[in-house]
């Protein structure tokens, strides 16, 4: 039913347009005034396009609806509000009541004498089933007002009918295609189109079970010789035998004529990453449909045209696909294209594509596309690929950049990374997976995953290299992975006992002398934590790892676990010598033992009871527990800690003193992440806090057999960084450990083994990107305590990330950015460096030179990049090196949530020196 009252401007319709409704009960009186002059005197017009009047529109019990209205007044409309209500009651008994369904919406023109608006109406929270009105209503400038309604069935499935337009010719002697969906949560069972007065027909199909939403496609015959008026409508039922539809459309059959010469309609959409690295490809989707009539699609299909501005040159590449048969209705055909026509040695490599879509139906009738609006563009030809006749394709802009970007199987939070060279594997812990992710280097995919602890975090290898250590921040115990196997070795992992240090107090009372002891850590803040967080391995086998941070345990510590050769168990120490400690009288630091006891002794000396207190330090011989060791002073015989402390090392103990001093908690841990790395010959391992005020730390430990353990002091690394807003942010140690590398959040500082700074870079936009590595073969930095050191250009070199989607390298000598690689994403986590597959650079010509260590030993070959160890004097791009050789692998984790392979050739490393 469709409606159409005049009346006074009101500021809410709803009630007085249920009363003018309800006193119209038949045909809408008001329908055919449209094409009269438009004037103050007729008021406003109104016509509701969407939904349909006269049908049997209808919608689900709470879903929004789509209105679409024309409104015209030649004084102008200053006003519409578009509503949706139901008329529930008997108005003869005087019971009839408007209960609003939608939400009304109220739109302010300003005077527009002719147009069209959109709106879509929420439902409100009534849930019964009935038919409701949608009502449009205008007001001019004048006051007059006008509405229109069509009515909607809430309940029944949401019918569209596609493809036909009212008044829209049909050509006898031709198919008909015909187009509609249906949707409902209650489940479609049944789909009918009618067809009335020219021809005559009905087409049901009907579903073997309800579905929630449906496209039909069909092809009705129109006979030769017919002509005159077709109704067509679709109609659906539900499964609870509610029908709604659409319709009907008003179309016109006219004689037969030259057969189908109407092109399809076609659209184009074309997407693809801000940066495209050399495997990414372009995607493209060609949508569209054949005419009402048509003989329906046969092919579609794509061009795309990759142009070089710099290089002034355009490769074109084409593709298509076929239906059998011929599609009807809307097709979609969906195109993956590789990037094309780049210069891999010249990255970053920007190109422009201009792409075009087409469909070609079967009389052979082809229409082009360049944008995402449906179009009929005249096919043109270019070196046999389909064009656009006259027009330029959809443009792209795209920098292609280095790398190879491969996805997380199954996402996850990667805090770690190692490379395993001899396997080809790199291992990437998950945290929220409580897994090892494990990516093959040969294939560049992803394998079966190790299952470890809980919240993995460090990765390092064993000294021999058939291991790998994780440290599960989830609990207090490292996994074991056998690297052959590809698999946690259970009974090998590593349970980590507490760890307590004390402080003892000698306390001259009124009545007597007592010991007072105060474990650490105590159970308020502050407080440590023992869940292990970034581990690295010296070149005794020996794990260094930091601990995390927690609520309950607000401090992280660094920490050595080692097993001696014959012992029965392995034994993990608390690195407390960088500590300060506060000067206190009658105190004493100590650490590295098991327990302490304490006792008064009463000696009768005649008459008279004299009370003395008394200490037993109690450890075990390291590595064997079962051996308890006690070191014991009495202050009646003069004894102090200190000489108890004395026995207990006498007796095999390692214990740790510190007299006339309370433990400094806070300068003994570290408030942030704490990094450790380790230098690839396992003979210095550097900690860095994450942050920390005034400044972040940096210490130094240089690898020591057994239970040795010591980190460098804190007078040491305060002159290392001096700016209060830095932070550690990772760490990177060369070959030998005679350099390395902290990654700050505003620059990456170079730092040797006495905690010097060498120098530093800036970074740009540090603060959102991660990761630095040095070159797998640096070594021999020159230092004070390696005066002979000597400058290596070849292998001197960092690898950082940067916020700008770029790795810069960086000459360590020079501490200048030399050279970088552009990739598509940023780095987010850890970066690793290694040395490149032979396969890498076959078939190039690539020299090599030998390199050694601080002790002269030869630790591999690089690729040279330099004339003779200088400088200023890099090869030339088709010298005794290639620009094309690949010097470093580079593997990363990425803001996309991937791991990022980056070969790292000559040209990138020359690419910004002074002298190329």
């Known amino acids: 039913m469709r409606s159409t009252v005049f009346g006074i401007r009101f500021p809410a319709a709803g009630a007085a347009l249920a009363l003018a409704l309800a006193a119209c009960d038949g045909p809408n009186q008001f329908s055919g005034g449209l094409a009269d002059p438009i004037g103050s005197a007729g008021g406003p017009r109104v016509e509701i396009e969407v939904p349909r009047g006269d049908s049997l529109s209808a919608k689900p019990v709470g879903d929004s609806v789509m209105v679409r209205v024309r409104v015209r007044s030649g004084v102008g409309i200053d006003g519409v509000r578009f509503e949706g209500f139901a008329l529930r009651g008997d108005p003869s008994l005087g019971t009839q009541a408007s209960v609003e369904r939608f939400e009304p919406k109220d739109v302010v023109l300003g005077s527009a004498r002719d147009t069209v608006l959109t709106r879509y109406l929420v439902a409100t929270e009534e849930e019964a089933p009935e038919t409701a009105l949608i009502a449009v209503t205008a007001t001019d400038s004048d006051g007059a007002v006008q509405s229109d309604t069509v009515s909607l069935i809430l309940g029944g499935p949401d019918v569209q009918l596609l493809n036909l337009e009212p008044g829209q010719p049909i050509q006898a002697g031709l198919g008909l295609n015909l187009s509609a969906t249906a949707q409902d949560p209650q489940g ?217 970007t491969v996805q997380l199987p199954s996402g996850g939070l990667i805090m770690d990374a190692a490379v395993d060279t001899a396997r080809r594997n790199l291992f990437l812990s998950n945290l929220t997976r409580n897994r090892v992710e494990l990516f093959r280097l040969d294939s560049e995919s992803f394998g079966p995953p190790v299952g470890v602890g809980s919240e993995p975090w460090g990765l390092a290898f064993s000294r021999d290299g058939d291991s790998l250590w994780v440290a599960n921040s989830g609990g207090t115990n490292l996994s074991v992975i056998d690297l052959e196997q590809e698999r946690e070795v259970e009974s090998n992992r590593f349970l980590t006992p507490d760890v307590v240090i004390f402080d003892i107090e000698l306390n001259a009372g009124e009545t007597a002398t007592t010991y007072k002891i105060y474990p650490l850590p105590t159970g308020a803040n502050p407080s440590f934590s023992d869940r292990p967080q970034f581990a690295a391995v010296d070149s005794f086998g020996s794990v260094i790892y930091s601990t995390k941070t927690t609520l309950i345990g607000d401090i992280g510590t660094a920490r050595k676990a080692f097993f001696e050769d014959g012992s029965d168990r392995s034994e993990v120490k608390l690195f407390v010598e960088h500590a300060l400690t506060t000067p206190a009288d009658d105190f004493w630091a100590v650490a590295h033992i098991d327990s302490i006891g304490t006792s008064l002794v009463e000696t009768q000396i005649g008459s008279i009871t004299i009370t003395t207190a008394a200490l037993t330090l109690y450890d075990h011989v390291p590595g064997f527990p079962s051996q308890v060791i006690v070191g014991r002073a009495n202050t009646g015989n003069g004894e102090l800690p200190t000489d108890a402390w004395a026995e207990l090392v006498s007796k095999g103990s390692d214990a740790y003193m510190v007299e006339g001093a309370r433990w400094d908690v806070p300068s003994l841990g570290f408030r942030d992440t704490t990094y450790v790395a380790g230098s690839g010959d396992g003979g210095w391992v550097a900690v860095g806090e994450g942050a920390r005020e005034p400044v972040a730390r940096v210490l130094m430990y240089r690898a020591q057999p057994g239970g040795a353990t010591g980190l460098s002091g804190f007078i040491q690394v305060a002159d290392l960084l001096t700016n209060p807003s830095e932070q550690v942010k990772g760490l990177g140690m060369n070959y030998d450990g005679t350099l390395t590398v902290v990654r700050g959040l505003q620059a990456a500082y170079f730092i040797s083994p006495d905690l010097r700074l060498q120098g530093l870079t800036g970074i740009p936009l540090a603060t959102t990107g991660a990761g630095a590595a040095l070159h797998p073969l640096h070594a021999d930095f020159r230092t004070l305590e390696n005066p002979d050191g000597q400058y290596r250009p070849d292998t001197h070199l960092a690898f950082v990330g940067t916020g700008e989607r770029t790795v810069d390298i960086i000459d360590t000598f020079k501490f200048l950015r030399i050279g970088r690689v552009a990739i598509r994403d940023v780095v987010v986590g850890p970066l690793k460096a290694i040395l490149p597959f032979p396969e890498d650079n076959a078939g190039f010509q690539c020299s090599a030179v030998d390199v050694t260590d601080q002790a002269g030993r030869f630790i591999g070959q690089a690729v040279q990049v330099y004339e003779g160890n200088d400088f200023n004097a890099p090869i030339v791009p088709n010298g005794i090196t290639e620009d094309r050789c690949v010097v470093v692998k580079l593997f990363g984790t990425t803001s996309s949530g991937g791991v990022v392979v980056v070969d790292v050739r000559k040209a990138d490393i020359l690419r910004e020196h002074p002298e190329r």
């Open 188 to 404: 479609v069972l049944e789909l009918t189109f009618e067809l009335e007065g020219a021809l005559d027909t009905t087409l049901v199909r009907t579903f073997g079970s309800a579905v929630d939403s449906i496209r039909v496609d069909t092809t009705v015959a129109i006979p030769v010789g017919l002509s005159g008026a077709l109704n067509v409508s679709v109609r659906a039922r539900n499964s609870v035998d509610i029908i709604g539809g659409d319709g009907p459309v008003a179309a016109n059959v006219v004689t037969g004529g030259a057969g189908d010469s109407e092109p399809p309609s076609a659209r184009l959409e074309v997407s693809a990453l801000p940066k495209l690295e050399l495997t990414d490809s372009i995607q493209i989707q060609v949508l569209g449909n054949d005419d009402a009539q048509g003989s329906g699609i046969i092919q579609a299909g794509y061009t795309v045209l990759a142009i070089s501005q710099a290089r002034q040159d355009t490769l074109v590449r084409s593709g298509s696909a076929t239906f059998t048969p011929a599609r009807t209705g809307t097709v979609a055909a969906q195109f993956s294209v590789p990037v094309f026509n780049v210069d891999s040695l010249s990255l970053p490599d920007t190109l422009q594509y201009e792409v075009t879509g087409y469909l070609l139906d079967q009389a052979g009738n082809c229409s082009a596309a360049v944008s995402d609006e449906l179009q009929q563009l005249e096919c043109g030809n270019r070196g046999g690929a389909i064009i656009a006749e006259g027009r330029l394709g959809q443009r792209l802009n795209r920098a292609h950049v280095s790398g190879r």
